[in-house]
């Protein structure tokens, strides 16, 4: 067979693992050849495909970003499934797996409706899809935002400041979630949960008269109760959502005119995207890649690779895409106990 590759959505790391996986078993396990689609569905549209042999991916397993590049550029709005199929049967493309998060994923959920043989497999840095225990690249920014917050607290402590740290995460607080739990946050703001200004400024008062330097945690998409929309930028992504961010800085000037106490904020945005990859992602990601194949050659169209306990599973693309996998209240509440 000949099967292209894609990459679409924000990067994350782990996505060249996930190639490396797939050209390496389908090379030597079934055969196949493989071309690569540069930028994302940008590349589909655009006639943009590139020869992916073996020797191509060779000690990827540990490289950030991704080979074949990656847009937020929609298929739908240029040229649809039917150009898709147009490029794919120009290059005689058998099959197409998608790299991706739930957009992308939603995209390959509506070729597969269309016709289009295609597998999907899951990333993010967020966690927040629903039909896989872990989506590989969240490890590695968990890593790296506790790994800063730590370096926060002995600055904070140094000057008896108050920390707030600004994380990714548009509709979920995974990342924020585990980070502040590693570093021992006083307080975690996640969208899932909104509290008032008064319960941070609590939290905040409570720390520092233990004698501590308090450290507040905040997803870029959290909003105080009672409040809808989030904070962000007049400017869009490739899609035309509202670039987010900004919410650590107001949430800083807050505490600090509330309570008196200096303030800082520091924001990690595409820190937590960039770099290696831990271990962890390298194996989750380089094991989805082979499954990938695998689901290729058995012609499971229309499924997705997915992480269930310890096993890899074939998921059905409409179920992995239905809805989003949100912090539980129980598990923010765990955390909660330990605030302030
Ligand atoms: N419902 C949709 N209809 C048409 N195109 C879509 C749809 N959802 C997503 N896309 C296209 O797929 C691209 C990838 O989706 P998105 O930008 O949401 O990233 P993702 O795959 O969810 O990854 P991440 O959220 O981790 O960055 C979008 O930028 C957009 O071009
Ligand atoms: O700057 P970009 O690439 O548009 O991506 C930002 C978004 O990407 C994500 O990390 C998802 O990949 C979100 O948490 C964040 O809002
Ligand atoms: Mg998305």
């Given at each position: 067979?000949?099967?292209?590759?894609?990459?679409?959505?924000?990067?994350?790391?782990?996505?060249?693992?996930?190639?490396?996986?797939v050209?390496?078993?389908?090379?030597?396990?079934?055969?196949?050849?493989?071309?690569?689609?540069?930028?994302?569905?940008?590349?589909?549209?655009?006639?943009?495909?590139?020869?992916?042999?073996r020797?191509?991916?060779?000690?990827?397993?540990?490289?950030g970003?991704?080979?074949?590049?990656?847009?937020?550029?929609?298929?739908?709005?240029?040229?649809?499934?039917?150009?898709?199929?147009e490029?794919?049967?120009?290059?005689?493309?058998?099959?197409?797996?998608?790299?991706?998060?739930?957009?992308?994923?939603?995209v390959?959920r509506?070729?597969?409706?269309?016709g289009?043989?295609?597998v999907?497999?899951?990333?993010?840095?967020?966690?927040?899809?629903?039909?896989?225990?872990r989506?590989?690249?969240?490890?590695?920014a968990?890593?790296?935002?506790?790994?800063?917050?730590?370096?926060?607290?002995?600055?904070?402590?140094?000057?008896s400041?108050?920390?707030?740290?600004?994380?990714?995460g548009?509709?979920?607080?995974?990342?924020?979630?585990?980070?502040?739990?590693?570093?021992?946050?006083?307080?975690?703001?996640?969208?899932?949960v909104?509290?008032?200004?008064?319960q941070?400024?609590?939290?905040?008062?409570?720390?520092?008269?233990?004698?501590?330097?308090?450290v507040?945690?905040?997803?870029?998409?959290?909003?105080?109760?009672?409040?809808?929309?989030?904070?962000?930028?007049?400017?869009?992504?490739?899609?035309?959502?509202?670039?987010?961010?900004?919410?650590?800085?107001?949430?800083?000037?807050?505490?600090?005119?509330?309570?008196?106490?200096?303030?800082?904020n520091?924001?990690?945005?595409?820190?937590?995207?960039?770099?290696?990859?831990?271990?962890y992602?390298?194996?989750?990601?380089?094991?989805?890649?082979?499954?990938?194949?695998?689901?290729?050659?058995?012609?499971?169209?229309?499924?997705?690779?997915?992480?269930?306990?310890?096993?890899?599973?074939?998921?059905n693309?409409?179920?992995?895409?239905?809805?989003?996998?949100?912090?539980?209240?129980?598990?923010?509440?765990?955390?909660?106990?330990?605030?302030g």
């Amino acid at each position: 067979m000949k099967i292209a590759v894609l990459t679409a959505g924000g990067d994350c790391p782990g996505l060249n693992a996930v190639i490396r996986g797939v050209v390496l078993k389908g090379d030597r396990i079934y055969e196949h050849e493989f071309v690569g689609v540069r930028d994302g569905f940008r590349g589909l549209v655009d006639n943009d495909i590139v020869p992916l042999p073996r020797q191509r991916v060779r000690g990827l397993s540990k490289v950030g970003g991704t080979i074949l590049g990656t847009s937020r550029v929609s298929p739908m709005t240029n040229g649809g499934t039917d150009r898709v199929k147009e490029v794919m049967d120009q290059h005689h493309i058998d099959a197409l797996i998608a790299v991706g998060g739930e957009g992308t994923l939603t995209v390959a959920r509506m070729f597969h409706d269309a016709g289009i043989h295609v597998v999907g497999v899951p990333k993010t840095i967020d966690n927040d899809l629903s039909a896989t225990d872990r989506t590989f690249g969240f490890d590695t920014a968990v890593s790296v935002a506790t790994e800063s917050i730590d370096r926060l607290r002995t600055t904070g402590e140094a000057h008896s400041r108050c920390m707030v740290v600004e994380v990714m995460g548009r509709n979920v607080g995974w990342i924020a979630l585990h980070a502040g739990i590693a570093s021992g946050a006083h307080a975690i703001l996640i969208p899932e949960v909104p509290v008032t200004r008064q319960q941070l400024f609590d939290w905040v008062r409570h720390a520092m008269d233990r004698g501590r330097a308090p450290v507040v945690v905040v997803a870029e998409g959290f909003t105080f109760a009672g409040e809808e929309e989030k904070v962000g930028s007049d400017r869009t992504d490739g899609f035309g959502r509202q670039l987010l961010g900004g919410i650590g800085d107001q949430v800083t000037r807050m505490i600090e005119e509330a309570t008196g106490i200096e303030t800082r904020n520091t924001t990690l945005g595409h820190l937590q995207r960039g770099g290696v990859p831990s271990s962890y992602d390298r194996v989750l990601a380089t094991r989805f890649g082979t499954a990938a194949v695998d689901a290729v050659s058995n012609r499971l169209w229309g499924t997705m690779v997915a992480l269930h306990g310890i096993n890899i599973v074939n998921v059905n693309l409409r179920d992995a895409t239905s809805e989003l996998k949100t912090v539980p209240r129980e598990q923010w509440d765990e955390a909660a106990i330990l605030f302030g």
